[in-house]
């Protein structure tokens, strides 16, 4: 083998003892080693190739192949230009604490500034947040170690490795993959290791909110000590006696001027309702640390800490009662305003997404208005049943996320998969739906709710009579495109939803491949039907 493919197998190999078991590949010729390297593992079970021809799509399948395995995964692309179009990925993955590795393959560090073609300076370009290791041409130690630190670490990392010619060996060789675990370890706990935890005192009237990613931790919070628990769709941890199915209207009424403590984990942004209320300087609030070593804290007022608190004995009941049946009765209300007002067909979609997805399936949202139609109708799951939603809500971008959802589905494989995306979401990953014809192919079902337009905008003050002049052409975006189309175009199956009881009966299907639900909805009178819902 040459020094560049050596090289190649021995970064795949360590990516392998780390845990790492799929990686995605966008194509090139600077990146050959990578890629012949990459073959041949997979050929050899080492573990699965994913080959993409849009690398902005490669990021995205790699982040959520990380989601759904919660394993480190690699990305690789050739020099150039093909490195930036992984950025909103990788910064995605940032935000999130994501394991992503880049292995992006370069011309000898002699060649940069010279004109050389395809070369540019890509060492650190997704900044100074994302460790970068430049691995010199032949650099077996340099390489193998910088593996192994990246996957351990909570978040992406780059490895930015030159190859010289020849970038084929010779001859053929295949490298040796016997050596290597059946199985790698998986990547470490999250949880804050070793942490002392902080105990409460009782007395305060607490809430615990639950953003993204906040993970079981905050549900036994709340339960233990008999809180109140506000948790989004895809905090993991919308389960159980004590989360509430419509926390955000809740807190616009006097129980949410009562709140006197709060405890935030995970990265709750869904609402401003929530975000107003973790930003009060009057209230005692504690914000728990993520993986990345972050607290959410927009309004700069909270304690920081490194691990979840600990209550010594439960509240007495009359806080969480007084939540619970308040719950309860808004909740209903909702449920009668959505099932008569013709406007409110958007959320009965989202209802009737949450109601099928079953215990241990997947369910990718889309960010805008689905993610928070689903806050307001998906009531809370019970514990212990293993459902996983997830969202890209690091940054909130609608970009990628039909890769995200597909990527996430081949790497949870015994889970029943949906993804509940828009229109401008669907179309903005439209490359997403292009595999190959030997790629691998989850089983998923991608419910689109197309109202040819951003409906969200409509909600906001953007949305208000005085820019009635420009809103459809600078916020509303109709497009006109035929989902139909786009999806036979890339050989997607298809189905136009006409009503609700075909959406309900195509989602018990449970057909093989991907599959593409298209429910046309209106986005009229969005904005009327939103304050109807807040005067509940």
């Known amino acids: 083998m040459s020094d560049g493919t050596s090289v190649a197998a021995a970064v795949i190999a360590a990516v392998r003892r780390g845990g790492g078991s799929d990686a995605v590949l966008a194509p090139g010729s600077r990146s050959a080693p990578l890629a012949l390297a990459l073959h041949s593992a997979d050929a050899a079970g080492v573990l699965r190739l994913h080959v993409r021809i849009d690398e902005r799509t490669a990021g995205f399948l790699a982040l959520g192949l990380a989601k759904g395995s919660h394993r480190p995964v690699v990305v690789v692309t050739t020099s150039g230009s093909a490195v930036a179009h992984l950025h909103p990925a990788v910064l995605e993955a940032l935000h999130v604490s994501e394991p992503l590795i880049v292995l992006s393959a370069d011309r000898p560090a002699a060649l940069r500034g010279t004109g050389a073609n395809q070369t540019t300076e890509q060492v650190g370009i997704f900044g100074s947040r994302v460790p970068c290791v430049d691995v010199a041409a032949g650099d ?69 909110v639950a953003g993204d990613g906040a993970g079981p931790p905050a549900r036994l919070l709340a339960e233990r000590a008999n809180w109140p628990l506000l948790a989004e769709p895809t905090s993991g941890a919308r389960t159980g006696s004590h989360a509430l199915r419509s926390a955000r209207l809740l807190l616009g009424t006097q129980l949410g001027q009562q709140v006197e403590r709060v405890i935030v984990t995970g990265h709750p942004t869904l609402s401003r309702p929530v975000t107003r209320l973790i930003s009060r300087a009057d209230l005692d609030v504690v914000s728990v640390r993520g993986p990345g070593a972050v607290c959410t804290d927009p309004g700069r007022v909270a304690r920081h800490v490194n691990a979840m608190p600990t209550v010594a004995a439960a509240d007495a009941d009359d806080w969480f009662d007084e939540w619970r049946a308040a719950d309860e009765r808004l909740s209903k209300a909702v449920d009668d305003l959505v099932g008569a007002d013709p406007a409110g067909l958007p959320l009965r979609v989202a209802g009737e997404v949450a109601a099928a997805l079953g215990p241990e399936g997947l369910l990718v949202v889309g960010s805008s208005s689905p993610v928070r139609d689903l806050d307001l109708m998906a009531a809370p799951y019970p514990a212990g049943q293993r459902r996983l939603i997830i969202g890209n809500r690091g940054l909130a971008g609608i970009d990628g996320t039909v890769s995200t959802a597909i990527g996430a589905a081949l790497g949870r494989r015994s889970s029943r998969s949906l993804a509940y995306v828009g229109d401008l979401t669907f179309l903005h990953d439209a490359n997403g739906l292009i595999l190959g014809p030997d790629e691998p192919r989850p089983d998923l079902t991608i419910v689109v709710a197309n109202d040819d337009g951003g409906a969200i905008f409509s909600t906001l003050e953007q949305g208000g009579p005085a820019f009635a002049e420009s809103f459809e052409r600078v916020f509303g975006t109709p497009h006109g495109v035929s989902i139909r189309a786009l999806c036979e175009a890339s050989s997607t199956a298809y189905e136009r939803i006409d009503d609700l009881a075909q959406l309900r009966a195509s989602l018990t299907d449970d057909p093989a491949g991907i599959r593409v639900l298209e429910v046309p909805i209106s986005r009229a009178d969005r904005q009327a039907f939103n304050d109807r819902i807040l005067a509940l």
């Open 140 to 208: 077996f130690v340099a390489a193998v170690s910088a593996v192994e630190a990246a996957v351990r670490r909570h978040g992406p990392t780059q490895l930015n490795l030159q190859f010289a010619d020849p970038l084929v060996p010779d001859e053929l060789s295949r490298p040796r993959w016997d050596s290597l675990p059946a199985e790698g370890p998986n990547r470490p706990d999250a949880a804050s290791a070793g942490e002392e935890s902080q105990c409460l005192p009782s007395g305060p009237r607490s809430v615990v």
